[in-house]
Structures are given as C-alpha cells and as structure tokens.
C-alpha cells in the first residue's frame, strides 16, 4: 500500500514537472518526466491529458496575454512533441479518444506552411488528430478528406492570388454534398472575419492561439447538430505525424 502511494505521489510529480518543462520549451526535461511518469506507473492518455495538453493550453494563454510570442509557442510546441513521440505508440495501443478529426494545408498555389505548421503543432498539443494535407493542396485533397472523416477542414492562404481557391473548396465540398457534413476554417495574414463570412467558411482565425479555441468552439456546435459524431469518437492517434523542424 505504501509502494502505490508512492508511486501516485511520483507519478504527480512528474506530471508537474512536465507540465512546467512544455511551457518553458525544454525537451530534455519533457522526455525525462515522461518516462518517469511511464514508470510511476501513469498511463499515457492521462500523461496526455494531465500535463500535455493544459500545458499547450497555457502557452495559448501565455500568446494571447503577450507574454509569449511565435518563437516561444514553436519552441513550447516542439518540446510538447518530444514528450508525445514517446507516448505515441502507448496512445495508439489505447485507442485514447481523440478531440476531434481535422485537415489542414494551404490551398493550391500558395507554399507557404510556417502558419500552418504552427497551428497543427498546437492543435496536436490539445488533444486533436490532425492530418497534415501539406501546400499547394487542390481542391479534390481537401474533399477527399472530408469525404475520409475529417470533421474540420482548415485551408491556409497567404497571398491575395490564393485567397479565392478557399472559396473553390467551400463551393466543391457543397457539390460533392459534405458541405453540412464539416466545419470550415480559414486562416492567413491577409485574411479577415469579414472574408470569411463572404466565403460562406463556418470560422476565421488570426493566429494559432485562436485556432485552436475556435476549432473547440466548432466542434462543439457540430457535435450538437450531428449525430455521426459517435462514429468519430475513438481514432487511432498513431496518424498524428512525426515531429518535424521548421524554419
């Protein structure tokens, strides 16, 4: 009885060192706690749960009070990467619920990914299946994913030429009838709500803080509003991708 009070008391232990080693972007730390807590006997979901993902949530706070700015977030994404690469396979095993199945890239004729990237970083951190749809994404990729489950479809465009392929999606996503089936959201540094609303897209965001809490918001309504949400429930988390480094 006393080994398991002691192995409850380590295992919160590390957790709040996780925790604090995410929102200070130190890697090392991250792996340490997380295979501390692995072996205090912690089970990876609650690892994910207790200490990953209200750590991401509060460098989202950290970014929009101003006190953390994109390098932090990159830097705090990247060490909360570590520490879920470790957990991967555990989670898979698992089949840990997921957040919520969503779809990102920047639509046809626009590269730029720094955005976007970014955003898939946090969103993974808060619990999220993300499937990265990369650049230069056409229209079929993105209703090809809608059509394989995605419940959230975000496209990405930075220059004013780009812009209308989002549009495109929406009135394609319409034809192949998934319209009502997905929540849109759009995002880029010449974006507005104003735009979005003219688009039809369901929400616009301006920077990853903010995606991530208007992708809940949007999943909220449509969990209310569908019910093939209980199909969705369950998703395999090995499909989050790898880490990668970005410049």
């Given at each position: 009885?006393?080994?398991?009070?002691?192995?409850?008391?380590?295992?919160?232990?590390?957790?709040?060192?996780?925790?604090?080693?995410?929102?200070?972007?130190?890697?090392?730390?991250?792996?340490?706690?997380?295979?501390?807590?692995?072996?205090?006997?912690?089970?990876?979901?609650?690892?994910?749960?207790?200490?990953?993902?209200?750590?991401?949530?509060?460098?989202?706070?950290?970014?929009?009070?101003?006190?953390?700015?994109?390098?932090?977030?990159?830097?705090?994404?990247?060490?909360?990467?570590?520490?879920?690469?470790?957990?991967?396979?555990?989670?898979?095993?698992?089949?840990?619920?997921?957040?919520?199945?969503?779809?990102?890239?920047?639509?046809?004729?626009?590269?730029?990914?720094?955005?976007?990237?970014?955003?898939?970083?946090?969103?993974?951190?808060?619990?999220?299946?993300?499937?990265?749809?990369?650049?230069?994404?056409?229209?079929?990729?993105?209703?090809?994913?809608?059509?394989?489950?995605?419940?959230?479809?975000?496209?990405?465009?930075?220059?004013?030429?780009?812009?209308?392929?989002?549009?495109?999606?929406?009135?394609?996503?319409?034809?192949?009838?998934?319209?009502?089936?997905?929540?849109?959201?759009?995002?880029?540094?010449?974006?507005?709500?104003?735009?979005?609303?003219?688009?039809?897209?369901?929400?616009?965001?301006?920077?990853?803080?903010?995606?991530?809490?208007?992708?809940?918001?949007?999943?909220?309504?449509?969990?209310?509003?569908?019910?093939?949400?209980?199909?969705?429930?369950?998703?395999?988390?090995?499909?989050?991708?790898?880490p990668q480094r970005y410049l």
């Open positions: 009885m006393v080994k398991k009070s002691e192995h409850l008391l380590q295992g919160t232990i590390e957790l709040e060192k996780l925790y604090h080693a995410v929102v200070n972007g130190d890697n090392q730390i991250v792996e340490i706690a997380v295979r501390a807590a692995l072996s205090a006997g912690v089970p990876a979901g609650q690892i994910l749960s207790d200490a990953l993902i209200p750590a991401m949530t509060e460098v989202g706070h950290l970014f929009e009070a101003h006190e953390y700015y994109v390098p932090e977030i990159m830097i705090s994404a990247e060490a909360m990467q570590a520490g879920l690469s470790i957990l991967r396979p555990m989670l898979a095993a698992t089949s840990v619920r997921s957040a919520g199945r969503i779809a990102l890239g920047s639509v046809e004729g626009d590269i730029h990914d720094i955005g976007k990237n970014l955003v898939i970083m946090m969103l993974e951190g808060s619990g999220f299946d993300v499937t990265d749809l990369g650049v230069d994404v056409c229209q079929s990729k993105f209703v090809q994913a809608a059509r394989g489950g995605a419940q959230v479809i975000g496209m990405s465009a930075m220059l004013p030429t780009t812009m209308p392929r989002m549009k495109l999606v929406i009135d394609a996503l319409k034809a192949e009838g998934l319209r009502e089936r997905v929540q849109v959201m759009v995002g880029g540094a010449l974006l507005t709500q104003e735009y979005a609303d003219l688009i039809e897209a369901d929400g616009y965001a301006s920077d990853a803080s903010m995606a991530v809490r208007k992708i809940k918001k949007l999943l909220s309504e449509l969990s209310g509003t569908e019910s093939r949400s209980e199909s969705t429930d369950r998703t395999n988390l090995s499909r989050i991708p790898a």
